[in-house]
């Protein structure tokens, strides 16, 4: 497996520019001031939080308690607390707790002029920002978002590392059927147990604050919170119809099969999709081996 640090950034892009050699082609890029000089920047503080909504109890994650469930997302919280408690927590030091998909704008309505959405792009669904807390060591394992949007996570505070995969590698990185999970670890890969993952080309990026990951529709992302650190998602829809379709899709109908299916087969339905997974893996090294093959005997007929 390839992890490259490799990556364009950019600042002040133009709409065309971001169009022609990121949004079109599909290609990941961080951006700085994305926001230009919107507040928030410098008014979203954990500080502020705390005064303005520190009151209101949020659900909150923590790995090292959560029954981890590979195949699916999370469905509930394991814990509540108050959200100013949550926030002190993660700024004393190392913790895996975190909040995810939370949407603050439920509570205070009026940070949603804080910002405005970019002439990056025309096409944002501008119902769904939400806003990502964690604490130092949290992590969000590998996925892809169910909806295929295009994602921009922007850094408010902190600082995150972010493994990025193209969509074609999804069958390299053992995804699950009917869903957009994986069992691997892209920072501890077990190649005995996964394979195919030796094939895999990904980056290896560390966004900082005040910067801003353009994540296109598909792509997996792994993320560590390498600080105490939240930031802001919002999104946008595919440039290709056959994502927005796949997204629909999964939204729509494979979501639901799936739990039908757990419903009807208990762990039986997971032990399928593994070996559907396992036996995707395998083809993919039988390909690959037989690639090498084909250009090392290639090589040495040319210095005969």
């Known amino acids: 497996m390839n992890l490259t640090t490799r990556i364009d950034r950019v600042e002040n892009i133009t709409r065309e520019e971001f ?6 082609s599909q290609k990941p890029v961080i951006i700085k ?22 009151d209101v109890e949020v659900g909150v994650y923590d790995d090292e308690k959560t029954v981890r469930k590979d195949d699916r997302s999370y469905k509930s919280a394991d814990m509540t607390m108050p959200f100013g408690e949550y926030l002190r927590l993660i ?15 439920k509570h205070m309505p009026e940070l949603k002029q804080d910002f405005h959405f970019p002439k990056t792009t025309n096409k944002y669904i501008k119902k769904l920002p939400f806003v990502f807390f964690g604490g130092k060591g949290a992590v969000t394992r590998i996925h892809q978002d169910m909806d295929f ?23 390299h990185l053992y995804r699950y059927p009917f869903g957009v999970h994986s069992s691997v670890d892209p920072l501890n890969p077990n190649f005995e147990k996964y394979p195919a993952m030796a094939y895999a080309e990904g980056l290896d990026v560390t966004l900082e604050k005040g910067e801003t990951l353009f994540m296109p529709s598909g792509y997996w992302h792994h993320i560590v919170y390498e600080e105490s650190s ?18 629909a899709m999964n939204v729509a109908v494979l979501t639901h099969v799936d739990e039908i299916m757990r419903y009807c087969l208990g762990r039986r339905w997971f032990l399928m999709k593994v070996a559907i997974t396992k036996r995707r893996g395998d083809q993919i090294v039988a390909r690959e081996s037989g690639s090498e093959r084909s250009r090392h005997f290639w090589r040495i007929g040319m210095y005969r």
């Open 33 to 54: 001031n994305f926001f230009q000089d919107d507040a928030l920047y410098s008014k979203w503080t954990y500080d502020y939080f705390i005064e303005s909504i520190g």
């Open 91 to 105: 700024q004393e030091g190392s913790t895996t707790k975190r909040i995810f998909l939370f949407n603050i704008f």
């Open 230 to 247: 939240f930031g802001l998602a919002i999104r946008s829809l595919s440039p290709r119809w056959s994502q927005r379709m796949r997204g």
């Open 149 to 171: 949007s295009n994602v921009f996570l922007t850094e408010i505070t902190g600082k995150k590392r972010v493994i990025l995969f193209h969509p074609k590698y999804s069958k």
């Open 19 to 24: 169009e022609k050699k990121y949004f079109i």
